[in-house]
T-cell receptor, first 115, second 116 residues
């Protein structure tokens, strides 16, 4: 158990809908990262937050948004869902230090299926 | 150019044997980190081992060791005494620093199957 929690574990929805994925980082970690893992694209970095502020953006679509709250949990919002958004969405957290040993620990993932 | 290259899509190893999973990387940074993660069929990503670019000794964590050859830009994972539970996807990843935040790039993975 990495200490990172994600809910829900599975999500099935229809095209055009909107969903919210939730992540709680490990105790003491300030950075949260979101990744999308699909069969054809592999593991893609979406976005990073550090202590409530957006730090970096990767291959995140405009239909997707995220935020990190004062208690450091994070939510990833996916809207106008398309079939191609079906994937495993991971949240990872790290201490967020500039130290070279700062390691990302992953949550169990949310499997999103868009029908 | 790919930042992280894993050239072995799939590998088989006999139980109790050692296996090496290849990973090469591309960066012009002096300070970077290399990671290996394991993803079993259940889906979770499990951190295995870390090697910093300035670390002179190869990292080891139990049965896992990282064969770090900086000049060749390779960071191969060695699993000794393979177990059936080692069957999984293995991802190599590199962390670089960009503008004060860490940017992590993952390889495409190697599927390891341990044969009894």
């Amino acid at each position: 158990d990495s200490g990172v929690t994600q809910t829900p574990k599975h999500l099935i929805t229809a095209t055009g809908q909107r969903v919210t994925l939730r992540c709680s980082p490990r105790s003491g970690d300030l950075s949260v990262y979101w990744y999308q893992q699909s069969l054809d694209q592999g593991l893609q970095f979406l976005i990073q937050y550090y202590n409530g502020e957006e730090r970096a953006k990767g291959n995140i679509l405009e239909r997707f948004s995220a935020q990190q709250f004062p208690d450091l949990h994070s939510e990833l919002n996916l809207s106008s869902l398309e079939l191609g958004d079906s994937a495993l969405y991971f949240c990872a957290s790290s201490a967020g230090l500039a130290a070279s040993t700062d390691t990302q620990y992953f949550g169990p993932g949310t499997r999103l299926t868009v029908l | 150019a790919q930042k992280i290259t894993q050239t072995q899509p799939g590998m088989f190893v006999q139980e109790k044997e050692a296996v090496t999973l290849d990973c090469t990387y591309d960066t012009s940074d002096q300070s970077y980190g290399l990671f290996w993660y394991k993803q079993p069929s259940s889906g979770e990503m499990i951190f295995l081992i870390y090697q910093g670019s300035y670390d002179e000794q190869n990292a080891t964590e139990g049965r896992y060791s990282l064969n770090f050859q900086k000049a060749r830009k390779s960071a191969n994972l060695v699993i000794s005494a393979s177990q059936l539970g080692d069957s999984a996807m293995y991802f190599c990843a590199m962390r670089e620093w960009a503008g004060g935040y860490q940017k992590v790039t993952f390889g495409t993975g190697t599927k390891l199957q341990v044969i009894p």
